[in-house]
Nanobody
């Protein structure tokens, strides 16, 4: 059974930084065969795409230049480095994994096969 476990969320002041981690495990899960993504959901809002990475990285416009997605294939872990945080970045952040297919739209949550439980990021003003 595939598990994605996020960590690193916490309360931080505006302008600060956080690094989220997501460790993947599971007997038949091959990390390098999956695109890894980060989504977030703020209270009362729909889940939205933040970033994704297979060979190339993709970001939603609101985080470009502030967030960086990376992966360590040896550790089966994906990271989201978040700098210059804003109160509007407050949300539960979810890690997701989707079997790589160039025809998939990795900004669409429906194109991911596995999800983590989420980690809370709160940015105070």
């Amino acid at each position: 059974q595939v598990q994605l476990v996020e960590s690193g969320g916490e309360l931080v002041q505006a302008g600060g930084s956080l690094r989220l981690s997501c460790a993947a495990s599971g007997g038949t899960f091959i990390f390098t065969e999956h695109t890894m993504g980060w989504f977030r959901q703020a209270p009362g809002k729909e889940r939205e795409f933040v970033a994704a990475l297979h060979w190339n990285a993709y970001y939603t416009d609101s985080v470009k230049g502030r967030f960086t997605i990376s992966r360590d294939n040896a550790k089966n872990t994906v990271y989201l480095q978040m700098n210059s945080l804003k109160p509007e970045d407050t949300a539960v952040y979810y890690c997701a994994a989707g079997y790589f297919n160039p025809r998939r739209d990795y900004s669409d949550a429906a194109d991911y096969d596995y999800w983590g439980q989420g980690t809370q990021v709160t940015v105070s003003s």
